[in-house]
């Protein structure tokens, strides 16, 4: 039976959400992954020292069982270098929202005035602390993405020592824009590795596909594949995981997220697999993103094999991705 040993593997870009929710989904993640770069947009969202502390003690709680790291972040807000200093060892990077353009991102930023976020985005340089941005303005759905261009280059020529990383990208533009700047990198879903709009909403509307930001066109499909496959080494492995109840995703006004996070290594696999590029997966599901973040996660070896698997229909409260559909992969073993 064909077997692919990954070591390490990491979720760049992660939401356990909190409560009952968090302890049902954070095993999932943790069996499987060493660690991941956990979203702060909870309600009310972890903006404090006190928040992160807190929080990270409630992850922790609920994955007692596996080791798992969560790199924590903070919701982005102007702060200042004195704040940013005494909760620098505390976090990896801190999360910048638009303002309502996805889950609990009310208050996020509402004006990209540079002069305003100068102090702040100044103190993350000298510290050292990435800026992960989710690049979407509240232009028409499709066209969300390539508008925010504009402000990723506002940001990379104003503050050229700040790693930025373009979270969960979905376009031609967002692939085009990697190599412009030195500090852009970028992580990238199994999802959008999978999907067009086409998929989601050709036919029967398929909730449980639904994300923000949207599937694109076969053409932006392409591309992601394109840095994805070869394991271009400003690109990482981020699942955007987002689990919602099912009757919040099968309802009227459908919350936005996919839930891929039991499932995101063996989808992987599959699509690595098909373009011949396994040899490529560890770089982009691990060693990137510790050469970019400059992380060294606790060993962990995760061996899967080629056989069929069936998703379940459920995982508690929360469908994922393919429930009930048969994939090509399934993890044999995690040491």
Known sequence: M?????????DMHLHLRDGVMLENVAPLTAYSFSGGIIMPNLVPPVNTLEDVKAYRARIMAAV?????????????RNYDKAFLQSVADEITAIKLYPAGITTNSEGGVSSFDIEEMRETLEAMSDLEIPLCVHGET?????????EFMSIYELLAKNFPKLKIIMEHITTKDAVEMLDKYENLYATITVHHLLLTLDDVIGGMMMPHLFCKPIAKRPEDLDALLS??????????FGSDSAPHPQHKKESCGCAAGVFTAPIALQLLCEIFEQYDKLDNLQDFVSDNA?????????????TLEKRPFVVPEHYSSVVPMYAGEAINWAIASVD
């Open 290 to 302: 510790q050469r970019i973040y400059g992380i060294c996660p606790e060993f962990k070896e995760i």
């Open 227 to 236: 840095v994805a496959l070869s394991a271009h080494p400003k690109v990482m």
């Open 138 to 146: 509240d232009g028409f759905v499709m066209d969300r993405e390539a």
């Open 2 to 10: 064909k077997t692919h040993t990954i070591l390490m593997p990491l």
């Open 64 to 76: 007692p069982n596996d080791f798992f790291e969560p790199y924590m972040t903070l919701f982005y």
